[in-house]
């Protein structure tokens, strides 16, 4: 889904916390560039999605 905000939060590997916001591009595909390794949590803005995901809302991400 184009133009998607999502927010990524979590901890890194060093204990400290991450937040980041991107946006999605024309194909649907993100990227959180320069991420350490840790504990992550990517959430979609529910006013700027129309309901489609490829992840569960919510969902934990470990970046090894």
């Known amino acids: ?3 998607t905000i999502l927010t990524l939060t979590g901890t890194d590997h060093l204990g400290n916390p991450v937040s980041r916001t991107t946006v999605t591009l024309a194909d649907g595909t993100y ?3 320069a991420l350490r390794p840790g504990t992550y949590t990517v959430r979609v803005r529910a006013d ?3 309901g489609a995901s490829a992840f569960t809302a ?3 991400v470990v970046v090894p």
């Open 1 to 3: 889904i184009a133009s």
């Open 31 to 33: 990227l959180f560039d």
């Open 48 to 50: 700027n999605a129309c």
């Open 58 to 60: 919510g969902q934990t």
